[in-house]
């Protein structure tokens, strides 16, 4: 079965400084990743995705995140955050079996934006 | 615009009382989830619909069922909520298709469910 770890459960960082967002999944096959986040009693936004191909994917509000198969790690990336950032992130895997599985998620990371 | 759609957006329930959350699409997605999601804790997955083809994950409680009438519409039944089963509620669609293909998430803006 897939899990995907993320170990950071809060991140402080202040406005206008880079930020990256650890995750790391366990699957036994090619996996299929996303990064969504989630505001305060709001649902699920995805960020990016990465299906194969291209190994550093863009996503949408200036994210990033790079694929590297070797460490097992899909880490979410952004050079410049904004206070409007502050959320909390998910790192997701999805199967491949039958095409409609659910995604196994991440337990979030919660990033603070410091002025 | 297209979007998944859940009504409502807060619901209180007594303990005990059965009640039934809903989840619209405009998308024509095959496939729809719910998902449960407590506080300060990752999604976890109840069942889906692919079609009309239930699957349900192993670990879900039987108090918990669903419904899909149509391509449009599913609903989480509750048959006897307990205090445990306070959280946000997240209704997702996909495209779905063939075998192994993947599609991404979309997600509903979830119901907040209180029990009293």
């Known amino acids: 079965a897939q899990s995907v770890t993320q170990p950071d459960i809060h991140i402080t960082v202040s406005e206008g400084a880079s930020l990256e967002l650890r995750c790391n999944y366990s699957y036994g096959a090619t996996p299929y990743l996303f990064w969504y986040v989630q505001s305060p009693g709001q649902g699920l936004q995805l960020l990016l995705k990465?299906?194969?191909?291209?190994?550093l994917v863009q996503g949408i509000k200036g994210f990033e995140a790079e694929f590297k198969r070797s460490q097992s790690s899909f880490n979410l990336r952004k050079p410049s955050v904004h206070w409007s950032d502050a959320a909390e992130y998910f790192c997701?895997?999805?199967?491949?079996?039958?095409?409609?599985?659910?995604?196994?998620f991440g337990k979030g990371t919660h990033l603070i934006i410091q002025p | 615009d297209a979007m998944v759609i859940q009504n409502p957006r807060y619901q209180v329930t007594q303990f005990g009382k059965p009640v039934t959350l809903s989840c619209s699409q405009t998308l024509n997605h095959n496939v729809m989830y719910w998902y449960q999601q407590k506080s300060s804790q990752a999604p976890k997955l109840l069942f889906h619909y692919y079609d009309k083809d239930f699957n349900n994950e192993a670990d879900t409680p039987d108090n918990f069922q669903s419904r899909r009438p149509n391509t449009s519409f599913c609903f989480l039944d509750i048959r006897s909520p307990g205090l445990g089963d306070a959280a946000m509620y997240l209704c997702?669609?996909?495209?779905?298709?063939?075998?192994?293909?993947?599609?991404?998430?979309?997600f509903g803006p979830g119901t907040r469910l209180t029990v009293t």
């Open positions: 997701a895997v999805g199967a491949s079996r039958g095409g409609a599985d659910g995604l196994t």
């Open positions: 997702a669609t996909s495209p779905g298709g063939l075998a192994g293909e993947i599609h991404e998430q979309y």
């Open positions: 990465y299906f194969s191909g291209d190994t």
